[in-house]
């Protein structure tokens, strides 16, 4: 059932995306400074947004899973934490595909950016411990603790990282204050973030519902009935 | 558990981990071998017109004591593991906070004795002039220590349940190094350089709060580790 709704969700979520694209490039004003390449903002901003929405659930899951042990919150914060790292990756790629012609560099030591990377990897290293853990009751257990963690690092590093940059100003390529919005690239945008926030939605409620199904395969096993 | 019986526990833990370590001494030896391999490489690893022997020094310091510290925070519950060991801890009327906190007693006395005796083959080697200053800069390793031996124990003490708990660990705990080593690299450039502490303070702040935070954290969260 889990499974139906979300496939249904995601399917819309994709199609309303592809519309975004086509207001995007077609209905959208090209940006006078950036050019074409400001387009790529209306996938990135958003992805960036259901990645760090996404980690968020995951932090305040695990959260709740030390306090409450429903082994169904550990499994949504694991499926979040899963999309997260899927939607970060695309976040990850198309910033430097805008960098590149924009700041004329690929890659550039800003706050944001940094601390997002740590962000990623500090997920990627949740997704790491999950997978070496077999039993499932450590598992959730060892992984909510490192969630918890990573949801109280993330201001340490945003301090850090911000810290780091006025200390030290970047001299050329620092990121120019963005001018505000021109009222349809603002729609443009807005769409494109809820089309992103449906678009995790429904690959949460899929990968959930996978999980499940893998829960009960194991107990299977466990139990020998395979 | 009264308070007395808590602090005895505590000792008795870090007690036997460091007997233990002082039989041996396998683990203390390769970390000051390795501390000193570090110093070493990373002091070539630059070009010596460009880069001055005083910029490279904080961050070959703490690169060096993160590295070896974190070859013996494994060491802790490695030794638990063999003959399941940690089921007999668990077995004695010791809380899980005591033993918490006799990990981290004997992680720090193992990470403060590297670090002392890699001190001065750092001096040595960097040429720094810190005499002066000296007092200033073993309290920021002291805080810095403080802080990555905490996160350290607790994820040392999950790490050990996976397999390949030697490349787990650095891949779990290095995004936790990352605010207090770039806060301690910050400060001991300000001491080294012989600024004003008014210059860099907020950085100072910013490691002891770290500590305080994520000590308190590791202590609350070991309790859902141990269980079984």
């Not at chain 1, 595909?97 to 990623?120: M, Y």
């Not at chain 2, 001190?119 to 309290?139: K, Q, S």
Request: hydrophobic share 60%; aromatic share 12%.
């Amino acid at each position: 059932m889990t499974a139906r709704v979300g496939g249904v969700i995601t399917s819309v979520a994709l199609v309303a995306f592809a519309g975004i694209y086509v207001r995007a490039l077609m209905f959208t004003p090209i940006e006078r400074f950036q050019g074409p390449a400001q387009k790529i903002f209306y996938v990135h901003a958003p992805m960036a947004w259901a990645a760090l929405l996404a980690f968020a659930v995951t932090g305040i899951l695990s959260l709740l899973y030390l306090i409450m042990r429903d082994r169904k919150l550990d499994t949504i914060a694991a499926a979040s934490a899963e999309v997260g790292v899927a939607f970060a990756v695309v976040m990850l790629t198309t910033g430097p595909l805008w960098g590149k012609p924009v700041w004329g560099t690929w890659w550039s030591w800003d706050a944001r950016l940094t601390s997002t990377l740590f962000i990623f990897l500090l997920f990627v290293g949740y997704q790491v411990l999950r997978g070496a853990l077999h039993d499932p009751e450590i598992r959730a257990r060892f992984a909510a603790v490192m969630g918890v963690m990573a949801l109280v690092l993330v201001p340490f590093i945003h301090v850090t990282v911000y810290w780091f940059r006025t200390l030290h100003p970047e001299p050329v390529l620092m990121k120019p204050e963005r001018p505000s919005l021109p009222g349809v690239m603002l729609v443009t945008l807005l769409s494109s973030v809820a089309v992103c926030t449906l678009l995790y939605v429904g690959f949460l409620l899929m990968r959930y519902s996978l999980a499940v199904l893998r829960d009960i395969r194991e107990e299977e096993i466990v139990d020998g009935v395979s | 558990m009264s308070s007395a019986a808590t602090l005895q526990a505590i000792i008795a833990i870090a007690g036997k981990d460091l007997l233990v370590e002082r039989r041996t001494k396998t683990a203390f030896l390769s970390s000051i071998v390795f501390a000193i391999l570090v110093l070493t490489i990373l002091y070539f690893a630059r070009d010596k017109t460009a880069v001055g022997d005083l910029d490279l020094a904080p961050g070959a310091l703490w690169v060096t004591f993160t590295f070896a510290g974190m070859l013996g925070l494994n060491r802790a519950f490695v030794l638990e593991r063999e003959n399941r060991a940690m089921d007999g801890v668990r077995l004695t009327p010791a809380t899980p906070t005591a033993i918490f906190l006799g990990k981290v007693v004997g992680n720090l006395v193992f990470v403060g004795t590297v670090e002392l005796v890699s001190l001065p083959v750092f001096i040595l080697f960097y040429d720094v002039p810190i005499w002066r200053e000296l007092p200033l800069l073993m309290l920021v390793i002291a805080l810095a220590t403080a802080g990555f031996v905490s996160v350290g124990t607790l994820f040392a003490a999950m790490v050990v349940r996976t397999r390949f708990s030697e490349v787990m660990l650095p891949v779990l705990m290095l995004p936790f190094l990352f605010p207090p080593v770039v806060a301690a690299v910050q400060l001991t450039r300000g001491i080294l350089a012989l600024r004003p502490l008014s210059e860099y303070s907020g950085w100072l702040s910013l490691l002891a709060g770290f500590v305080i935070i994520f000590f308190t954290f590791s202590l609350f969260l070991f309790e859902a580790i141990l269980e079984e």
